[in-house]
T-cell receptor, first 119, second 114 residues
């Protein structure tokens, strides 16, 4: 069974500093994708970054990077140089299977971490 | 600007009434997800479709919820009869099978059942 765990309900970070949001996952599938989404107070879900289970390098997108440790089954999000606009809920998600699998493509989400950026 | 469109954005209804939420996926996307978000349960996957066929609706209460895709440009989620515990934000998301990419979310329908 799939499971995503985000152990930090809330995090505070000083503006311009880096912050790491934790995510661990559990799957028996060898092929999967890991995602991070941001949900600001307006409510929409914004895709941030993706990491495939076979990707050898950690994914990066601007100020976002994903610290992928496959053996530990962790996929932590690192936000560098935090900005006030980064204050939001952050969700880690996993999608099991790749296109060659039938019946795959199911995505589940963790409980989220609320990030507060202090001025 | 390709986006997932959900209607209505807000819905207040009385207990026992039927509620229908609609979703227009991004043109060309063949996978559609329905999620429900509450404070207590977070984001729950209710159902998802590929090429209009339901692949998994195990997260959906079968007695009152139903999800369909009448055509490739419309997905619907229906609750009949609605109950106060159904109050939540319902998100639709779409994706394209065969590409390792994110699912694009709509802005959600905020449902309040009184």
């Amino acid at each position: 069974a799939q499971k995503i765990t985000q152990t930090q309900p809330g995090m505070f970070v000083q503006e311009k500093e880096a912050v790491t949001l934790d995510c661990t996952y559990d799957t028996s599938d060898q092929s999967y994708g890991l995602f991070w989404y941001k949900q600001p107070s307006s409510g929409e879900m914004i895709f941030l970054i993706y990491q495939g289970s076979y990707d050898e390098q950690n994914a990066t997108e601007g100020r976002y990077s994903l610290n992928f440790q496959k053996a530990r089954k962790s996929a932590n999000l690192v936000i560098s140089a935090s900005q006030l606009g980064d204050s939001a809920m952050y969700f880690c998600a996993m999608r099991e299977g790749l296109e060659h699998r039938t019946g795959g493509f199911k995505t589940i989400f963790g409980a989220g971490t609320r990030l507060f950026v202090k001025a | 600007d390709a986006r997932v469109t959900q209607t209505p954005r807000h819905k207040v209804t009385e207990m026992g009434q039927e509620v229908t939420m609609r979703c227009q996926p991004i043109l060309g996307h063949n996978t559609v997800f329905w999620y429900r978000q509450t404070m207590m349960q977070g984001l729950e996957l209710l159902a998802y479709f590929r090429n209009r066929a339901p692949l998994d609706d195990s997260g959906m209460p079968k007695d009152r919820f139903s999800a369909e895709m009448p055509d490739a440009t419309l997905a619907t989620l229906k609750i009949q009869p609605s109950e106060p515990r159904d109050s939540a934000v319902y998100f639709c998301a779409s994706a394209l099978q065969g590409t390792i990419t994110e699912a694009f979310f709509g802005q959600g329908t905020r449902l309040t059942v009184v």
